[in-house]
């Protein structure tokens, strides 16, 4: 986010250290991908509509989340397949996050 001016409005959402987030981010990714479920043992249930909803995020803040993760995720290695399907994946995740028009 602090590297992409387009994604200024998203990076906004954010508080000036990013660590926090990036950690939660990445515990969230590891149980929601299948793997060890990080984030519910630390936090409980993501509930991420509930956690999110002081936020303002319309379609504008998810394409930018999006542009962030897509860059994140092209800096990694993997199969074409995968990357479709996690591409996919996280679409659908933007679109449940959308809470203003």
């Known amino acids: 986010m602090d590297t992409l001016p ?6 906004a959402l954010h508080g000036e250290d990013l660590s926090l987030a ?15 479920d990080l984030y519910v ?12 909803a002081p936020f303002a995020i319309g379609p504008e803040e998810t394409e ?8 994140a995720l092209s800096e990694i290695c993997m199969p074409d397949d ?3 399907n996690l591409g996919r994946a996280l679409r659908q995740l933007k679109l449940h996050m959308i809470n203003q028009g």
């Open 41 to 52: 043992r630390e936090y409980g249930h993501p509930r991420l509509r509930m956690r999110h």
């Open 82 to 84: 995968l990357w479709q």
């Open 6 to 11: 387009e994604a200024a409005g998203v990076r």
């Open 64 to 71: 930018q989340w999006l542009l962030c993760m897509d860059k």
């Open 22 to 36: 990036g950690k939660k981010l990445l515990q969230f990714l590891s149980g929601w991908l299948g793997g060890p």
